[in-house]
């Protein structure tokens, strides 16, 4: 069935005219339309405007263009994203209807490369969340067992993907938001190095780790698209201007199951409890699968990494408080109680107050307070030291390892309201992923085998600039054991 | 004893532009006051002698040229306006002094 | 006001860059462009977007900074400044907070014969904001207005904010001393050609802090004054301010840490908000820009083109006009400087130049309470009138009356000679009929001079300059009388 070739696949078929565009496309809006009500993972369809991208590129097919080896292949957008012309709401009330003027340049590029965007997915509001469960359009549900959540904040484009309703997506991480929602997915995320893809469209919400990302069923497919959106963009300040690592060819590198010499460097401070024994057994039946292809394992201690998480939840929320400022109803978005009889400030507040979710408002005020006077020096200020050490932590393991390997998440998906009377249980679900965030680094997560039936993921790190070693290695992973298949819809 | 009260929350809601409920104001107070308490711990390792890490991309002087750019059309820069007049946004009236 | 009481002040000055594009996107800067017709993702904080320094905006401020004798930083970032208002996208303003780019310079400036160094404690780059009308209030402020228009065109131009270290020591002479430093500074950065620093146009804004101590005490609690735009309005705004402070606290009051705000009117100030408690605009690194390291090589090289500085500029003037120290002192102290030079590069004598200006001119802006530079007549215009006096179409007279014109934006001064027909009457014909006309008139007087009294001509060159309105060379009359009268 069309929708279940991997992206590349898809690439060769319409390159080669054995399958239209079109065809292919209609193939995956007909699964969305079947599968939607029980997943709901889009927030918008774009219909017609993505069998218009497919026509034209079976008509640049025809006129005998050579296509780009994902032109015609559809792929799902987190809403968080701009999209000219299509809506863009994070998730969010407060830009309910919003419809940008432009587009990101990730999105560009996608245009340029020939893919076809079927529309924008769900997620947690502004990207904060590990469980899509803070939407403001109802929560998605986990392809694999629809009472569970499907990872967060891009809990939509991973469930898309493993719902076949999309061969790709586009995701953000910030704290892991495109990599735990991979692994409790069955699906690949991947995170470039920082200033790796650009953030010019991504709507901020923590601007010093924000990264727009791959999300695919297969390694080799997240190497095609991260190949397509990564490279120097001069509307993005923290772009990076070095080339982009060659990280197709070290995925198909990596298929050929051959890890002779690679130091796969084991995260002692992560291999212990707080993860689910499940997830601890499918981590090590991973490492011992990696060996059996010729990597050494090396335990590496990265003593500061338990500390990410907390200062996480303060770099984060504080840059938030800020970004977020400028959603007060003035410009564009949700304005409330302008009524004629209220000032501004009260139209702002009250439109702030009804058009932001709890969690956000929770985050805008924890980052308000951690920037405040009298409270930098104990908060913000002393997160920034911990990004210091994290760096030196992973700086001197990376002189012992090639890579660093952990579980992607601690937990498998879990059900639906289990984790939001507590926010702090919740955050727990970013520990292992956090790290990579704060230090700059790529990191990855595959699909490496099931925990009572639900999926578990294995997350490989590697050094900024070094996005080829990890795709080598999941990808070497991914050739070693079964692939996942979800349940029927 | 409470990292944050009641009253600190309604005065950083403030701050924010939040039109917090009083019921908002309990449930974010204790919830911030467990955050708070666990982020705390980075005070274990935060020593003073540490240099703080602002940006993770080791670039400095990113510039662009004095050049001009394409700017949106008007119709485009007020199409989300929740309320405008004659091509500008048009708010309520406006209490404190410009900072 | 008494000298019971010592003042400390300090300025607060923000100059808007005239680069092509704003600070942060390649968006024009023009001024005067319909509403929101000049803005962008950027600009307008759209969700998303993201800021790019401009290359130029920051080598004029480095400009700025070394003009001023500072320090330029090695390494510095900027800031987010948060705090909400509507002329304002992203309800925070990306500016610089503890690591300016020039910091600890000086100004020396003169004031009254003397020279004061102003010390310089930083100078920094941030954007502009937006500009709102406020609609429905009696005086288009704030106050009882009923709604705002927000236009973003200005939003996100480069702005410089030039602040002095505290300057005590100046008694009396207070007022003049903030005068005198926003003219100077106002004449470096315009030197340097980085901005048109025009006060009424808003490119050039200034804030002053005010506090007296009494001699040998600490010094006193300090008021920031708002709304000063123009130089005369500095001065008096120190002054106003002052007297306030000294007469509360004589009698016995405290003066509040506050705003206050500056009315052109009444020569007043007025409470605006008060800073006791201060707004905590919870400043972090912008992290949407990397750090700026300028780099050595690249400063010394600035450094080593800056133009002539104002100062030495006003030496060599006042030595290829001949002036004294005291002379070229009015000529500063009329803000008449640039004004003069540029007469004479349009072709008028110094002497002249300087007559029109310091006389003529000066009169009509006092008295009209504006600036020297908005009185209505270009130097290419004073040199013209000048050129007509020079060639006798004009008398001294003549010429006053025809600026009177240009200054009612008739026109040039020819024109205004051709549209009002004030040309001198050379026709000597004409003259001849006149002074005739006057002999006959006065034959006292006339028998008085034919007998040698040459002195009494003086009347009946009055009468013909009555009868042609003014309009005939005082001399030439003069010589037509004796000669007519001599025969």
Redesign the interface.
Known sequence: MVIERTAAELGRLIGSGEVSAEEVTRAHLDRMTEVEPKVHAFLHVATERALEAARAVDARRAAGEQLGPLAGVPIAVKDV??TRGMP?T?ASKI?EG?????D?TVVERLHDAGLVVLGKTNMDEFAMGSSTEYSAYGPTNNPWDLGRIPGGSGGGSAAAVAAYESALGIGTDTGGSIRQPGAVTGTVGAKPT??GTS??????FS??LDTPGPVARTVEDAALLHAVIAGHD?????S??APVPDVVGAARLGATGDLTGVRLGLVREFSGEGAEPGVTAAVRDAVEALTKLGAEVVEVSCP?FP?AL??Y??IAP??C??NL???????????VG?D?T?????????T??AG?G?EV??R???G??A???GY?D????????????I?RDFTAAFEQADVLVSPTTPFVAFPFGSRTS???QM?LADLYTIPSN???GPAISVPCGLSEGLPVGFQVMAP?LGDDRMYRVAAALESAIPPLTPPAL | MAAISREEVAHLAHLARLAVTDEELDTFAGQLDVILQAVARIGEVAAADIPPTSHSVPLTNVLREDVMVACLPRDEALAGAPDAQDGRFRVPRILDEEA | MSTAYEPVIGLEVHVELGTRTKMFCGCPTLFGAEPNTQVCPVCLGLPGSLPVANRAAIEATIRIGLALNCSIAPWCRFARKNYFYPDMPKNFQISQYDEPLCTDGWLDVPVDGGMVRVGIERVHLEEDTGKTLHIGGATGRIHGATESLVDYNRAGIPLVEIVTKPVPGTGELAPAVARAYVAELRDLVRSLGVSDVRMEQGSLRCDVNTSLNRPGEEWGTRTETKNVNSLRSVERAVRSEMQRQAAVLSSGGKVTQETRHFHEDTGDTTSGRSKETATDYRYFPEPDLVPLAPDPDWVAALKVSLPESPRAHRERLQAAWGLSDVDMQAVVNAGAVGLIEATVAAGAAPAAARKWWLNELAQRANADGIELEAVGVTPGQVAELQQLVDEGTLNDKLARTVLDGVVAAEGSPREVVAARGLAVVSDTGALTAAVDEAIAAHPDVAAKVREGKVAAAGVLVGAVMKTTGGRADAKTVRELVLSRLSQ
């Open positions: 994203i701009t863009t994070c830009l919003w419809v940008p003027p432009y990101a920082y200033g953030r010019y469209g991504l709507v901020a601007s010093s001069p509307r993005d300040s923290t990076i201007p500061h500390y907390p200062a939840y303060l504080s840059e408080s800020s400022a400028r959603f007060d109803g003035v410009r564009y978005g949700l304005r302008d004629g209220r000032s501004l400030e009260e139209v702002m507040s009250l702030r107050e932001f709890a408002k929770r805008i005020i924890l308000t307070y920037l405040s006077a930098y104990a908060y913000y200020g002393q997160a920034q030291k911990v990004r210091t050490l760096t507590d926010p702090y955050y704060l230090y700059g900024t």
